[in-house]
T-cell receptor, first 115, second 114 residues
Framework: EPEVTQTPSHQVTQMGQEVILRCVPI?????FYWYRQILGQKVEFLVS????????KSEIFDDQFSVERPDGSNFTLKIRSTKLEDSAMYFC?????????????FGSGTQLSVL | EDKVVQSPLSLVVHEGDTVTLNCSYE??????LLWYKQEKKAPTFLFML????IEKKSGRLSSILDKKELFSILNITATQTGDSAIYLC??????????????FGKGTHLIIQP
């Protein structure tokens, strides 16, 4: 079964450093998302992306965050200057072009630890 | 403000028991409600409900939606230790979850004891 893959599975970084989290969505999917989950808290929406542009973003997704689809397969989340509170599990998700609009498929996540 | 309230927040039962997990929601422009199971990492899809009163089943799991009362339940019968997980309710709407995205509840942490 096709799946969303994310790399790396764990990322440790120093406060103030830039990180890029990578995702390969399911190949025929057109809508892409980033969510995050701080330890012990609920899964939170960050941003949705379609047709090479951001569709919507949450209040969490401030100027420190950016997303990009640099080629036909990868979808990245960049945090320019990490803060301690950015430590979380970051999930990439994608969905297909039609049918079940909300049926998102999630990757296994990248655990980001900011020290 | 949109909100999703799941109850109970945690539940410990013995193998073989039946459990009912609850989700109430207030989401602008509601379209559907999804249930996900989260074990160690990624949420995995269980059900998507769009119509009231129509039960969806998958093995020992079933779910139903009440769009009038803004409520959904997830039932698990004859529970097994492998059912231990966090069960997430996620209504899809235009507010909070992004365009075509999801707003997640805090989840019900279910523990099945052997």
């Amino acid at each position: 079964e096709p799946e969303v893959t994310q790399t790396p599975s764990h990322q440790v970084t120093q406060m103030g450093q830039e990180v890029i989290l990578r995702c390969v969505p399911i190949s025929n999917h057109l809508y892409f998302y980033w969510y995050r989950q701080i330890l012990g808290q609920k899964v939170e929406f960050l941003v949705s992306f379609y047709n090479n542009e951001i569709s919507e973003k949450s209040e969490i997704f401030d100027d420190q965050f950016s997303v990009e689809r640099p080629d036909g397969s990868n979808f990245t989340l960049k945090i320019r200057s990490t803060k301690l509170e950015d430590s979380a599990m970051y999930f990439c998700a994608s969905r297909g072009p039609q049918g079940d609009r909300e049926k998102l498929f999630f990757g296994s996540g990248t655990q980001l630890s900011v020290l | 403000e949109d909100k999703v309230v799941q109850s109970p927040l945690s539940l410990v039962v013995h193998e073989g028991d039946t459990v009912t997990l609850n989700c109430s929601y207030e989401v602008t422009n509601f379209r559907s409600l999804l249930w996900y199971k989260q074990e160690k990492k990624a949420p995995t899809f269980l059900f998507m409900l769009t119509s009231s009163g129509i039960e969806k089943k998958s093995g020992r799991l079933s779910s139903i939606l009440d769009k009038k009362e803004l409520f959904s339940i997830l039932n698990i019968t004859a529970t097994q230790t492998g059912d231990s997980a966090i069960y997430l309710c996620a209504p899809g709407g235009l507010s909070g979850g992004g365009a075509d995205g999801l707003t997640f509840g805090k989840g019900t942490h279910l523990i099945i004891q052997p």
